[in-house]
């Protein structure tokens, strides 16, 4: 009967250590591996004992994660903030790291953190790309129209941005510099460029089956569009993970983070520890979405009363937290209480 082997992996970009211990603690193997494919497939083939892997959540986590996943019996992914709380300590090497993520592996104390399926991870990549190339779109415009100020020129703010406008304004110029002209052309082919690869990123997301069918029940909510429902989807991965809306908040960065000792709780500003793309986007739809829904207007007018138009923002964000996820739970089309209540 072969005994299971616990293997706890310290990941960096050119090469990996690793600890193999038994359940007692006896150390099997220690060592270092290139991170290289190759290396990893003499390394897996060298294993005579099933084995149990762990390693901390990193850039180089993904690829090393799927390539090993067959192999082992299971693998798991450490949350890299809860990890050095519990492995802080006045030594610290690759060594000493493998060994210490084997240790919480084989004692059943490791921070573990959710790990997306690979297609799906690679669904989320292209549209946190999508969002680079938006913002770096934007970048362009503004670039634009300081150059244009910068020598003086008038133009049309509305138009400036229009293909026709803009050949006809670069063609009736007049005193400005060939530099500033060469500098406008390649904004504007930079800008073109950004925005058909942003459009060609989001076609291959809409015809992806796997969530699509939950995209639309999502846009079912009044306010809640493509990109906040892709985002959604992408990010937050598999819904059953989060008991809780509170959960479901903080995840999503729109709480503050608490201290509480002697009876006194103290509140700091919005915590650091979240999604931050997730976060990005559910603020930008909060500014948004009271206008075409009711009832989220109904939470900002409440907001707005008390003075604060940030706190406002927020709790509209924290309700379509709430809404989305009573949707992606149930797979139903939202409706509103007062509906419900009518047809009752």
């Known amino acids: ?12 970009k050119k090469v990996i250590s690793f600890c193999e211990k038994q359940m007692d ?35 180089f986590t993904g690829w090393i994660y799927d390539h090993l996943l ?18 802080a300590s006045k030594k610290k090497n690759d060594a000493t790291d493998a060994e210490k993520i084997a240790d919480l592996l084989r004692c059943n104390l490791l921070p573990q953190c959710y790990m997306a399926p690979e297609e799906h991870r690679n669904l989320r990549r292209i549209l946190r790309y999508r969002n680079f190339l938006v913002r770096e779109a934007v970048k ?25 406008y803009f050949q006809e304004l670069l063609t009736n110029l007049d005193y400005v510099p060939e ?30 089956p796997q969530i ?17 429902a892709l985002t959604w989807v992408l990010e937050v991965g598999d819904v059953s993970r989060f008991n809780r809306i509170s959960q479901t908040v903080s995840y999503c960065g729109l709480c503050s983070a608490q201290k509480e000792s002697a009876g006194k709780i103290y509140r700091g500003p919005i915590s650091k520890k979240r999604n931050k793309h997730l976060q990005t986007v559910l603020i930008e739809a909060a500014k948004l979405a009271p206008r075409w829904n009711p009832q989220l207007a109904e939470v900002h007018e409440r907001e707005i009363a008390k003075g ?17 996820l009573a949707v992606d739970r149930k797979q139903q089309k939202f409706t509103p209480r007062e509906v419900i209540a009518k047809a009752a």
Request: charged letters at 20%.
């Open 140 to 164: 362009m415009k503004t670039k634009t129209a300081s150059l244009l100020m910068e020598v003086g020129a008038e133009y049309n703010k509305s138009k400036l941005h229009g293909a026709k």
């Open 1 to 12: 009967m072969n005994i299971m082997h616990y293997i706890g992996f310290d990941i960096h």
């Open 212 to 228: 699509s069918q939950r995209v639309e029940l999502l846009m079912s909510i009044q306010g809640v569009g493509e990109i906040t």
């Open 179 to 208: 530099s500033i002209i060469n500098l406008l052309q390649m904004t504007r082919i930079n800008m073109e460029s950004f925005s058909r690869m942003q459009k060609t990123l989001i076609c291959a997301l809409r015809t992806n």
């Open 25 to 59: 603690g006896t150390i099997i193997e220690q060592g270092v591996i290139r991170a290289t494919r190759q290396s990893l497939n003499e390394w897996v083939g060298k294993r005579q004992a099933p084995w149990i892997g762990a390693m901390e959540a990193t850039l």
């Open 70 to 87: 067959s192999h082992a019996e299971e693998l798991k992914v450490a949350h890299p903030e809860m990890l050095k709380a519990i492995t």
């Open 308 to 324: 604060h138009r940030n706190r406002a923002t927020l709790a509209v964000a924290r309700k379509l937290v709430a809404y989305m």
